[in-house]
């Protein structure tokens, strides 16, 4: 972009944003009217509203194009060409081309849309969805569904005030064979069980270094940035889609991309119906020097790409596990053994029983194993989470949803509390020994120093110099689940939620 373009690009976008501004106030009305939602018979047509429709986005299209008796009547991008191609194509399929728009408030504004689905990148997500409750729409809001707890606690007040669904893209929630293996587990299948592992073992290769880039010129990034910081108008990462997700600012790295997923079963699965009363985490933005082959090169992320949570729920716990480097021909003997595989990537979680173990590998395949690892049974069969989000609008009953936000914001905040620990630690470079001495010491039903053990393996297997690059340590941190703040460091809760731009103010569960 040139200079002078994007002096015009800046006018334009602030006079875009003045007079959406204005048409954000107007919401509140709508909301008033729309606040009682009314049965709709299961024959009658319903409205929708795709908002972002990138990569997840298609898949929104898709299910909406494929469930009966809903028309997508709007798509909403901020990219004009991401808008264009989506569009072609639901025209070709549904016969009636969407209404586009770059600017979600005008989206909001047209009465007749019943229900609105959010697939923007994750620092969208609250107040995308609290506009549009606000707006007296019914909500399916991708994982995770805040990006920090106080949004997530905002969300279930908006839905719960302007009683409209809000349905999380939890999909797994929906998957007949976690159902079954669950029914299984609690049925003593594999005994007692009260610790759980998640494990989102994907590789993640460098975004790039850490640099200057274009903003593309179909995008609007005021309007991308929405309630995250606006960087001038510049990039410090390569490619503008997708690669959000390892900049905290806007994404919260694999913990809060795939984890959202893995922390949401582990939680299901072993009856945990609250946040966890103590968290710490390590691990590092690690092995990019190795993979690049220089030992200077910095990575544009910023989020982890290494990170083992420990989650503590007075008798039962939880551990998650993120590894984006190699995990091909590991030592992990006894995880290979459970998700019967040596190499490739491995998601998924174990809970581990008196008797035995539940594995799922994937979202519509489990298996449970007794402790020699033979399998016993397997359970197989996915889910229309969609269908479901859209059956619970039409009967307007939340206990239809499978995934109501109250579950995707425990499961989320999950995310968010690693996430604390680990920034807060970021500078806490620790060696193998500290490490040691510090898991040594935390109250939980796994062997933290297998864990940690496995953990330093990894990296050193990937090329990893610990010495030059060590692991950060975060705080162990104390949490009170009811008051959702930290008790035993003060300066952990500001992390609870951030700082937000005028026009783009995420409201609190108080003031929504
Ligand atoms: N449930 C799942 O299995 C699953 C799978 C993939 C992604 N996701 C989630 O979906 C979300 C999107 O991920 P993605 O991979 O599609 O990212 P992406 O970057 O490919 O797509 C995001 C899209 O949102 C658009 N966008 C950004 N701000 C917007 C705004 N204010 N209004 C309208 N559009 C806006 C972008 O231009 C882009 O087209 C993420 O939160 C991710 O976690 C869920």
């Known amino acids: 972009m040139t200079n002078q373009n994007r002096r015009d690009f800046l006018r334009k976008t602030a006079a875009t944003t003045t007079a959406a501004s204005l048409l954000a ?3 509140f009305v709508h909301a008033q009217d729309a606040a009682a939602g009314t049965t709709k018979s299961p024959n009658s047509q319903m409205s929708v509203a795709i908002v972002g429709v990138g990569g997840r986005g298609g898949s929104h299209i898709s299910a909406m194009l494929e469930a009966d008796g809903v028309n997508i009547t709007h798509i909403c991008d901020i990219d004009a060409g991401a808008g ?13 081309r969407p209404i586009f728009e770059t600017d979600l408030r005008r989206v909001l504004d047209d009465k007749s849309i019943d229900m609105v689905t959010i697939a923007t990148p994750n620092h969208w997500h609250a107040l995308a969805g609290i506009w549009a409750m606000q707006a007296g729409k019914d909500t399916y809001i991708e994982k995770p569904v805040c990006h ?5 606690t905002a969300l279930i007040a908006a839905s719960r005030k302007y009683d409209k669904m809000c349905q999380v893209g939890t999909q797994c929630r929906s998957s007949q064979a976690i159902i079954e293996a669950f029914k299984f587990m609690n049925e003593g299948g594999i005994g007692e069980v009260k610790f759980a592992r998640g494990l989102c073992y994907k590789r993640r290769k460098s975004i790039g270094a850490l640099g200057d880039y274009a903003i593309p010129s179909n995008v609007d990034f005021n309007l991308w940035s929405g309630p995250a910081q606006y960087t001038d108008p510049r990039l410090t990462r390569e490619r ?32 945990i119906d609250t946040h966890p009363t103590s968290i710490i985490s390590y691990g590092g933005r690690l092995g990019y020097q190795a993979e690049k082959k220089d030992p200077n090169y910095v990575d544009a992320g910023d989020t982890a790409n290494t990170e083992v949570t420990l989650y503590n729920y007075g008798d039962k716990s939880i551990v998650f596990e993120t590894r984006g480097l190699s995990v091909d021909n590991s030592a992990d003997t006894e995880i290979n053994r459970l998700f019967d595989s040596t190499s490739g990537n491995k998601i998924g979680v174990i809970f581990y029983g008196t008797k035995g173990y539940i594995v799922q590998r994937e979202y519509s395949y489990c298996v449970a194993m007794d402790k020699d690892f033979n399998q016993i049974r397997d359970f197989k069969g996915g889910g229309d989470h969609f269908g479901n989000f859209i059956d619970a609008c039409r009967r307007r009953d939340r206990n239809v949803l499978n995934a109501d936000v109250r579950e995707g914001h425990l499961s989320a ?19 193998v020994d500290e490490l040691q001495a510090a898991v040594d010491g935390i109250k939980s039903l ?16 990937n090329g990893v110099d610990l010495e030059k690059y060590p692991i950060s340590l975060g705080p162990h941190l104390e949490f009170d689940p009811e008051a959702e703040k930290f008790t035993n460091l003060e300066a952990a809760n500001p992390w609870l939620t951030r700082e937000y731009r005028d026009d783009f103010v995420c409201p609190t569960a108080e003031n929504v």
């Open 84 to 96: 264009d191609r989506r569009g072609k194509l639901i025209e070709e399929k549904q016969g009636k």
């Open 25 to 27: 106030s107007s919401r």
């Open 413 to 431: 905040g999950m995310s968010h509390l690693g996430n604390i620990s680990y920034y807060m630690g970021e500078n806490n470079h620790a060696s």
């Open 148 to 152: 920090n707890i106080a949004e997530g």
């Open 240 to 271: 503008f889609h997708y690669d959000w997700h390892w900049q905290r600012q806007y994404g919260n790295g694999d913990l809060g991309n795939q984890g959202p997923h893995q922390t949401d079963i582990a939680r299901w699965g072993l009856g």
């Open 446 to 461: 796994d062997d933290n120093a297998a864990t940690l053990e496995r953990t330093v393996k990894h990296l050193t297997d």
